[in-house]
């Protein structure tokens, strides 16, 4: 079983309401969604060399299925466990040709209405009957039943077959089964892998398969792309098709058995496979796709109550998602820092309407840029391979430094150490004075690199859901959660009401200015301690003294004559000194133990398979996905998840709590956010024995998590 196979399996256990299993040891089971039966042919008794086949008959609820021994995107195949006499040996499942089974926008393989699995018993000359001139035949068989929901199912079976008489009473069932298995052929098939397809070459099949459009099952799971557009061409009597790889590959096998279908018959060739697999894509997270529908209900994107909602009213959820999700970021804490920026601008045009219009606009343009810019990246890297998220900036020790460096100096500035306009040429300076216009620019394009580590409300699922669409709809939310940020100051610009509330001009806008000069340092003592979690204390010091000997330059590029010469020399050179000593500093990774932080002991390391583990013993589970940089998070612990009377429900309920720390790039975490429907941080998420993951909200209150606690 494949590492996805595993999680899988976890998976669909987790959003299960519950496990059915046998009521006693007999030959049938019912449930709620399927009668299994356990059946056996056996026309000429148990005598070596004779044929003998026994079978699990599995009949489902209307819109209920099983699975067939590749499930496609997700499920599982049934499984069967025999405990026989000495002397009777049980093969391998017959699989019946199965049927293509949507599920949204997935594929998967199975069976409808009634199935039977047929299993070959061998008998050996070591075969010895009973006292009672019989052989009991002991099966324990598992299965994943499935509508919208998934319930996996169990049960114990009981059969005793009389060793000198007949058992035919279900010939007929056995005979269609085995008319249902796929004919094996002996061909001469190909596979040939080309990029990211397989192109299959496969003559000789029978003239009542020529000239018919094929049903394609490849019997090995994740290789294939199941719901993606494939083509089919006949060549004579040569059958051929390309179809795609799947985006989440975890097998490259050297033959590949695959089934072909038309109509009831159906026939099995296995290709050996030329060409080289591409590299396979990263390890799945705990969350399987067959969660995706599951977890919809969990999602901010309304996705309606009856009927599934099209496409395009999809799309318009997710716009206005990020509408008023880029509302809402402009209250986000990691976006203050601008907010001061933009309060320092309209009090230098309180008495200028046309200004204040101007700048409006300018501001809003720099957003828009600057998200389509940063979403136009996000998305290219993701083509490219790269597992991202929203925020991947600030996974970079060299950007979060870089911002460092770029607040200090705004800092400094707004401080009145220096004026920017006294480093510029004077024909510069000139058009600085003249067209504030950049200014306004460059503010919108600076507030969206600080903004970008935070998620707000309905914006989360709004970024998850531009993941999975066309480059030009994903750009559109974009470019729509940045409208929705820049919204604010633009109707603030083109409403006169608002220009009569501002103050009048006069010399308190500089002690105002200079009070704003604080939001900035603190910008940079949190990039600090941002840096310092990826790199570790000697990253942080090394920043730190890095933008000593920066603010130092900038001072000394203030003074006049030979001072300044003779200062400014020094500091750069030191400046120089610094960055070449202990500059590598900055992006070197952290070694354990040299960050300092008190931690609390019940919180520890998230791992995919460390989820797994718990939900499989019956233990609810807590997962805080959280990053450094993600000023929200912070936030979120410091209000929210180290409260006493939330940790004392955590512990009362028997929780354990897990941290997937997201800081530095990881693409196991980017895959598990993704499967939530989720881009960036912070994501938090319950998960409970028997039942969905239940996805919380960004900001996140004490009696939202008491709550969710509560309905355990």
Not at 59 to 83: I, R
Not at 471 to 492: R, S
Request: proline fraction near 7%; charge should be neutral; aromatic fraction near 8%.
């Amino acid at each position: 079983m494949t590492f996805s196979r595993l999680f899988a399996t976890f998976a669909l256990a987790a959003v299960l309401p519950a496990v059915s299993l046998a009521q006693a040891d007999k030959a049938v089971v019912n449930t709620d969604h399927v009668r299994a039966e356990l059946l056996a042919h056996a026309p000429e008794g148990l005598e070596a060399g004779k044929q003998v086949w026994v079978g699990l008959r599995i009949t489902h609820q209307p819109e209920w299925h099983t699975y067939w021994k590749n499930p496609g995107d997700s499920g599982l195949p049934t499984v069967l466990t025999w405990s026989l006499p000495a002397g009777l040996e049980a093969g391998e499942i017959a699989w019946p040709a199965p049927h293509k089974l949507p599920v949204g926008p997935l594929m998967n393989y199975g069976y409808e209405g009634t199935v039977l699995l047929p299993v070959p018993l061998t008998v050996t000359p070591a075969f010895k009957p009973s006292l009672t001139g019989d052989a009991e035949l002991r099966l324990q068989a598992s299965w994943l039943v499935c509508q919208k929901e998934c319930i996996p199912e169990e049960g114990s079976f009981t059969l005793k077959l009389p060793a000198r008489g007949s058992t035919a009473l279900n010939g007929g069932d056995f005979q269609a089964a085995l008319a249902a298995v796929p004919q094996t052929l002996k061909s001469a098939a190909q596979v040939k892998v080309e990029g990211q397809k397989l192109e299959i070459s496969v003559p000789g099949l029978p003239a009542a398969a020529r000239g018919k459009n094929l049903e394609f099952f490849p019997e090995t799971g994740e290789v294939i792309d199941p719901p993606a557009a494939w083509t089919q061409a006949w060549q004579g009597d040569t059958w051929t098709a390309s179809v795609p790889l799947s985006p989440h590959r975890g097998a490259s096998p050297d033959v590949l058995p695959v089934v072909l279908a038309a109509g009831s018959q159906a026939w099995r060739v296995e290709a050996p496979v030329t060409g080289t697999w591409p590299a396979k894509a990263a390890p799945a997270a705990a969350v399987s796709p067959a969660l995706q529908e599951a977890l919809r209900q969990n999602a901010a994107i309304p996705q309606g109550g009856g009927a599934p909602a099209t496409a395009s009213t999809t799309f318009l959820a997710a716009l206005f998602g990020a509408l008023l999700g880029g509302l809402i970021l402009n209250l986000m804490p990691c976006v203050f820092p601008v907010l001061a920026i933009k309060v320092v601008g309209f009090t230098q045009h309180a008495d200028d309407r046309r200004g204040h219009r101007i700048s409006g606009m300018a501001y809003t343009v720099g957003v828009l840029v600057s998200f389509a810019a940063l979403g136009a990246l996000m998305l290219a890297l993701r083509a490219a391979g790269e597992q991202l998220g929203w925020g991947f900036q600030l996974q970079s020790p060299a950007v979060v430094a870089a911002l460092a460096a770029l607040f200090t100096l705004i800092a400094l500035n707004l401080a009145g150490v220096f004026e920017f306009r006294s480093f510029l040429p004077s024909s510069v300076a000139t058009m600085e004075a003249k067209h504030p216009v950049a200014n306004a620019f460059l503010t919108g394009v600076l507030a969206v690199a600080v903004a970008s580590p935070c998620t707000a409300p309905f914006m989360g699922a709004s970024l998850g859901f531009a993941a999975t669409l066309p480059a030009g709809e994903a750009m559109a939310i974009f470019v729509v959660l940045g409208l929705g940020m820049a919204l604010p100051y633009l109707a603030a610009a083109w409403i006169p009401a608002f220009a009569r509330w501002l103050p009048k001009p006069g010399a308190w806008m500089e002690t105002f200015r200079r009070l704003m000069a604080f939001p900035m340092f603190a910008t940079v003592a949190w990039l600090v301690w941002v840096l310092g979690q990826q790199s570790g204390i000697d990253g942080a010091a090394s920043l730190l003294a890095l933008l000593v000997a920066l603010s130092m330059v900038v001072w000394a590029l203030t003074l006049r004559g030979r001072t300044r010469v003779v200062l400014s020399s020094v500091a750069l050179a030191g400046l120089a000194f610094v960055a070449w000593s202990i500059g590598a500093s900055i992006t070197r990774p952290a070694v354990a133990g040299t960050v300092s932080a008190a931690t609390d002991s019940r919180w520890q390391p998230w791992a995919p398979e460390r989820v797994q583990q718990l939900v499989a013993a019956g233990k609810p589970v807590f997962v805080d996905f959280t990053a450094a940089w993600c000023v929200t998070c912070q936030l979120n612990k410091k209000t929210t998840l180290s409260r006493d009377d939330v940790l004392a429900d955590f512990d009362k309920n028997n929780f354990t709590l897990l941290r997937a720390d997201w800081t530095r790039r990881d693409p196991t975490i980017t895959a598990a956010l993704a499967q939530l429907g989720r881009n960036g941080v912070p994501v938090y998420v319950i998960y409970r024995p028997g039942r969905a993951p239940v996805v919380l909200s960004e900001v996140l209150g004490a009696d939202e998590v008491r709550n969710a606690i509560a309905q355990m």
